[in-house]
C-alpha cells in the first residue's frame, strides 16, 4: 500500500471482497445485524480492525465472528492477520431500528438453542497468559485469587470474579487454564475446560435433543477445573441452571476446582437460582475495577512494546488520563494512533495524539461508561443489551431501558439526545424515562418485571442503590 490513488482503490476493493466472503460464511441475516450498518472494517498495519458502535457488539462479534473475520481476511490478502476489535460511538447513529431487533432476535436465539452451535475441544487454543496480566489496584486482588488456583492451592472454591466489560476476567479465566495446561498429576495432564455462560447452554440443550446427555455429563463432571465466561448468560434459563448445578456439586464434591467471570455479582445476576448463587457465595467473590491511571499507562506500554510502537511516556499518559474504562479501547486507541502516524512521518508525538484523537476520546470515555450501566442494568433484569437497544416493550425490557437511561444522565456526562442514541431512541424517550424513575424514587414507588417465577418487584431506589454499588 504505497498511499497512491490507485492503491487505495485496490484497497478499498480488497475490503469488499473481504466483507462479501463474510457475508457468505455467517449468511446474510447475521451478516446484516451485525456487519451492514454501524460497523467498519479495515486492514492495516499487520491486522484486521473492526471498529463497532458499542461494547454489547464489540464482545458479541469478538466472540462469536472472529475466526470468521480472519478467514475471510486470509482468504484475499494471503495472511493470516490477528483481528481486533475497537469502538467508536459515532457510528451508533447508522445502526436502523430494524437492525437492533434483529440483532436482540439473533441473541435470543441463541440462548435458547435455536442458533447453529459448533463446540469448541478441550484444547482450544486460549490467547491469554497469567504472565502478561499487568497487576495494578484495581485488580490485583483479582489476579492473586487467580494465582492461587493457577498453582492448586486455593483455599477457597469457587472463585467469581466479576467487573465491568474489558477489565480482565477472560485474561484471567483463561490464564488459569493455560497454567493448567503444564500440569500434570500422577503423571496425567490435568483436564480442564473453559466456555462461556452461552457455550454451555447450547452443548447441554444440543445433549438432550441429540440423546447424548451422557457424554455431555461425562465431558463436564469429571474435569480438575471448570472456567466459565460470562456466567449471566444461565440467568432466566432455568433447565440450564439446573444442570449447572448438578455439574457444580458433582465438581466440588469430587474436590476440583471452579471459576466463573460475570459482568455482575451474583446478588445481581436477574433471575439466577437462590441454589446457585449460594454456592458462589460460599467461595472468593472478588471485583475487578477499571484500571487507575498508573495501570493504565502500564497496560499501554505492554501493548505499544508488543506492536513495536515507539509511543513517549506523554503520548502514553495522555491517551491514559482520556480512557478510563475498558483495556480493549486502551488497545484500540494505540492500533489507531499508529495508523495516523504511519500516515505521517511515522514518528508519534504528543501533539499528533491531541489533535488527531481529542474528538474520539472523549466520545469513546463516555459511551464506555454508558455501556458498563447497560451492561449491569440488562443483567439485573435477566436481559441482554440487544434488547434495551429493540424496540421491545414489554414489562422488563421497557423497566430495564428506563433504568438505564436514568443511571446514565446520573453517571455520565452525556446529553439526553446522546443517551437516546446509544439505545436506538429519541431524546424524548430519554427525558421521559429520566423524569418518570426520579418520580418513582421520590415517591416511594416499586418497579415490576417479570422473571420465569412470575412477576418480581423492588424499590426503584432500591434497584438504583443495587446497581450504583456495581459502578464504585
Not at 2 to 22: F, H, R, S, Y
Not at 172 to 189: D, E, F, K, T, W
Not at 285 to 307: C, E, G, H, S, W
Request: hydrophobic content about 45%; proline content about 4%.
Amino acid at each position: 500500500m504505497d498511499g497512491t490513488p490507485e492503491a487505495a482503490c485496490a484497497k478499498a476493493e480488497e475490503i469488499q471482497n473481504v466483507m462479501a466472503t463474510l457475508q457468505n460464511r455467517v449468511g446474510p441475516r447475521k451478516f446484516n445485524a451485525w456487519f451492514k450498518n454501524g460497523t467498519v472494517l479495515s486492514i492495516r498495519d499487520g491486522h484486521v480492525r473492526v471498529t463497532v458502535p458499542n461494547s454489547f457488539v464489540a464482545n458479541w462479534v469478538e466472540t462469536h465472528y472472529q475466526a470468521d473475520i480472519a478467514a475471510a481476511a486470509q482468504e484475499h490478502t494471503g495472511r493470516n492477520w490477528p483481528v481486533v476489535v475497537t469502538i467508536d460511538p459515532a457510528l451508533s447513529g447508522k445502526i436502523r431500528r430494524r437492525q437492533l431487533d434483529i440483532q436482540a432476535d439473533i441473541v435470543a436465539r441463541a440462548g435458547d438453542g435455536r442458533a447453529r452451535f459448533v463446540p469448541v475441544p478441550q484444547t482450544q487454543p486460549l490467547r491469554h497468559k497469567l504472565e502478561d496480566f499487568v497487576v495494578g489496584e484495581s485488580n490485583k486482588l483479582a489476579y492473586s485469587a487467580a494465582l492461587a488456583v493457577a498453582g492448586g492451592k486455593a483455599p477457597f472454591n469457587p472463585l467469581f470474579v466479576h467487573g465491568p466489560c474489558g477489565v480482565g476476567k477472560t485474561h484471567l479465566l483463561q490464564g488459569i487454564c493455560v497454567s493448567l495446561s503444564a500440569v500434570r498429576r500422577n503423571g496425567r495432564p490435568l483436564a480442564w475446560r473453559y466456555v462461556s455462560g452461552e457455550q454451555f447452554t447450547n452443548e447441554f440443550i444440543s445433549a438432550v435433543r441429540q440423546k447424548k446427555y451422557t457424554e455431555f455429563r461425562d465431558r463436564y463432571r469429571k474435569l480438575n477445573l471448570l472456567a466459565i465466561d460470562d456466567v449471566h448468560f444461565l440467568a432466566a434459563k432455568e433447565g440450564t441452571q439446573g444442570e449447572f448445578l448438578h455439574t457444580y456439586n458433582a465438581i466440588e464434591s469430587a474436590g476440583n476446582q471452579i471459576v466463573m467471570a460475570s459482568d455482575a455479582h451474583p446478588h445481581l445476576v436477574g433471575d439466577l437460582k437462590e441454589q446457585l448463587v449460594s454456592r458462589f457465595m460460599a467461595g472468593m467473590v472478588v471485583k475487578i475495577d477499571p484500571p487507575d491511571q498508573v495501570t493504565r499507562v502500564a497496560i499501554l506500554r505492554r501493548r505499544a512494546r508488543m506492536m513495536k510502537l515507539h509511543a513517549p511516556h506523554d503520548v502514553l499518559e495522555y491517551i491514559a488520563m482520556h480512557i478510563r474504562g475498558s483495556v480493549r479501547e486502551l488497545e484500540g486507541s494505540l492500533i489507531k494512533l499508529a495508523a495516523l502516524s504511519a500516515l505521517e512521518n511515522g514518528r508519534v508525538t504528543l501533539e499528533l495524539a491531541t489533535e488527531a484523537m481529542a474528538d474520539h476520546l472523549a466520545r469513546t470515555d463516555s459511551a464506555l461508561t454508558l455501556g458498563d450501566i447497560e451492561a449491569a442494568a440488562a443483567t439485573f433484569f435477566g436481559i441482554t443489551p440487544a434488547d434495551i437497544h429493540s424496540t421491545r416493550r414489554t414489562m422488563t425490557v421497557s423497566a430495564a431501558r428506563m433504568v438505564a437511561m436514568f443511571l446514565a444522565r446520573r453517571h455520565t456526562r452525556m446529553s439526553y439526545p446522546e443517551i437516546g442514541k446509544f439505545m436506538g431512541k429519541n431524546h424524548s424517550s430519554a427525558v421521559l424515562a429520566v423524569q418518570r424513575m426520579e418520580k418513582l424514587i421520590a415517591d416511594g414507588g416499586r418497579l415490576e418485571w417479570m422473571t420465569p417465577a412470575g412477576p418480581k418487584s423492588m424499590p426503584a431506589s432500591k434497584v438504583v442503590e443495587l446497581l450504583t454499588e456495581q459502578f464504585r
